[in-house]
Each structure stands twice: as C-alpha cells, then as structure tokens.
C-alpha cells in the first residue's frame, strides 16, 4: 500500500477551490523542503502572507535532491488555469534580481504539460543558475516519500485516507472532544518538564525506540502526540498505526517516520526500529523491564488543571478522587459531559484493556450515593439500580 495523492486530485483541487488552493501551494511546499533536505536557510510565507510583496520563497540548502537544488533557489507559485502565463509573467518580474548563483523554481498544483518547454527556454538565457518548474506530477511523487505530509493534505483537500492511520492533529481532537468540557493537555504535561526535555530530545534520533512507560496506556499516548504537535519539526513525520496489516506496509514502503501503535501490538518492532523511529507506550507495571534510557511518567495529582478547565476548588478534588486521576475515566466522568451517553460501553472497552490497572479503583470505595453524579456512574458500571 502506498497511499499518495494524485496528480488529479491536486488539479481537480485547483478548479474547485483555487484561493485555498493558492494558499496551501507555499505552505505544503515549505513542509516538503524541511522534511527533505538539511536547510541554512528558508523563508515561505504561508496563510494571509502569501501576498507580500517580494519572492514568493527564498532557499539555501546543504544537500541535493533530486527536486531541491543544493544552495539558493528562489521560488515562484501559481495556480492559475493559464499557468504558462503565469510562469512567464513572474519571471519576468524577478529578471532585475537575477543571479547566476541562484536558481528559479515556479511550482504548481496545475498539470502544465510544457513545464519542460518553459525551463530550456529561460535556463538557456543564462540569467539564474538554472530554471526548474514543478507540476502537479512532481508534487504527486514527492508526496509519496512524505505519507503523514500527504494526509495532511488529503484532509484539506477532502480526500479519504486510508482507515487505521491517524495523524496527531486528528487523534488529539478525537480525545478532546470526547466532552462537553473539553479535555486539555495540561491534564498529561503538568509537572512533568523533565519528561517533556527527554522526549524531545529522544525525536531528534532517525530511527531507533523510545519507551514511554506511563501509569495507563492513554496517558503516555496522549503525553507524546501533545509535546510533538508543539513541535512541528516532528509532525510531519509522524503517523499512528490502528491495524497490523497498516503497519506492516508503512514500515516496508518508508523510511525515517516517528510511529506510534494502537490497539495491536505490531509483530515486527525490531525491524520498525531499523528503519523508523518508533514510540512505544506501555503500562507502568511490573512486568515492565526498565532500561536507563526510558521515559516514566508517575501519577499525577489533576485537581490544579481541572480547576483551570473551570471546575470549582471542590469539584476538582471530587472528580481527581473519584478517578484517583486516571485520564480515562476523567473523560467519561458525568461532571465533564461526556458527548458519547453510552458510559456503559465506554467502561466496558476501558476495562477490557486494562483490567488490572482500574480494578483497584473501583474496590477503594471513594463513591458518594448520596451524589447524582456517582450513581449515574456506579449504575453504568454495574448495570443495576442503585
């Protein structure tokens, strides 16, 4: 499976949307450059900035690619229907600026078939280093090599991704929102600074293991997916894997991805760690061996957050001693208005992977009767009538 994005997909785009079109060219492009070469320098204005005045991007890189130039290039984009037009109108505009230490490079989403036609002509003028054009094919194959890039895109463009992979963006907004109260990370970094620095430090390796042993599953998930989306030299590299079978061809089709697993444990780790940087999550137990290198993450008193989240002093410390502050069941709990009412369900599916950790909380009598909100709660566990 090498799920990409199309070259028609990118055209068809064009027609129907061409301003958002015009606006993720520059800032789907300033992704590709940072995930694929060393950089000295890089400037691409993105969003409402795509309209400065000035080059439309500027480059100076240390490597070669084989779609990037080693050392400056200036870069031009258009989506317009008449790109040819458009290509020759914007160098023409940059003629007084030339260099011939620099390159010129016109990106499009458009197919431009005589992109080719345009680089002799101009390359031959010996004004820039060299003229190079980018179409929509070319996006298209360099999309391949960068598959959390191209989700991206595939969610702003409103193309289905494959199923059982998920990008940061849209695992942390499926925990998020899972309440009326919306969940926020401070709930998994607060107090944990020193673990924060180890992880971060732990991404910059290309390929290898990092254990996150936290006291439940959930927590060192959601922990990792928060500090990486705050660091988004990592986010563009970094999928969560939800089936064997997926996990089995991202491995063997890329390389050099930060992979999380969910819901499975993948059969072929120690050869993931060959060629990606994979993040491991496990429950803090016993039967966990611990190596110097891992990062644990001890529980943690949530009553602070909750009163940021809006609760009172009192409810705060009412719903973190109910939970004893496990993340799971604080997103289920009836004071944070759970979207999903099947508690039921929920609890059934919590339990299920990890009985041993939530056992304890149910037999350390912390539950109030007299309290609506345990009854409901108590009652959804039990499935009787307290």
Known sequence: MKWNITAKDLENFCNTNPRRAQELLPNLTYKLIKASVELEQIYLPKGSSI??????????????????????????FGTDQKISSKAEKDYKKRLHNSDPNITFIFGTFRAW????????????????????????????????????????????????PPQNIKLI???????????????????????????????????????GLINIIAPIESEGLIFSLSIIEKNTDYTDRT??????????????????????????????????????????????NKEITKEHNDIYLTK??????????????????????????????IAIHPKLKPIDNNILIKLEKIIKNDLHSYLPLFLAGSWDTSYTGDVNFLEAISEKNI
């Open 300 to 329: 943690q008193d949530k009553t602070r957050v909750l009163e940021k989240m809006g609760f009172s002093t009192l409810e705060a410390n009412k719903i973190n001693k109910d939970t004893f502050g496990n993340l799971d069941f």
């Open 113 to 160: 078939t005589k992109k080719d036609i345009f680089c002799k002509k101009y390359t031959d003028e010996h004004k820039w280093k060299e003229v190079k054009a980018l179409n929509s094919v070319d996006y298209e194959a360099w999309l391949e090599d960068h598959p959390s890039i191209a989700l991206h895109l595939a969610q702003e463009i409103g193309k289905l």
């Open 239 to 284: 999928l969560i894997i939800q089936s064997q079978d997926v996990w089995d061809n991202i491995v063997e089709v890329y390389n050099g991805l930060i992979l999380f697993y969910e819901g499975f444990e993948p059969n072929n780790i120690g050869y993931a760690t060959s060629k990606h940087l994979v993040v491991r999550i496990s429950r803090n």
């Open 169 to 207: 963006s849209a695992r942390l907004e499926d925990w998020r929102k899972q309440t009326q109260v919306e969940l926020k990370d401070e709930l998994v970094l607060c107090n944990r600074e020193n673990e924060q620095f180890a992880f971060i430090n732990s991404l910059k390796n290309k390929n």
């Open 51 to 76: 309209s400065n005045p000035g080059y439309d991007g500027f480059i100076k890189t240390k490597d070669r690619h084989r779609i990037i130039p080693i050392g400056k290039s200036i870069w031009e």
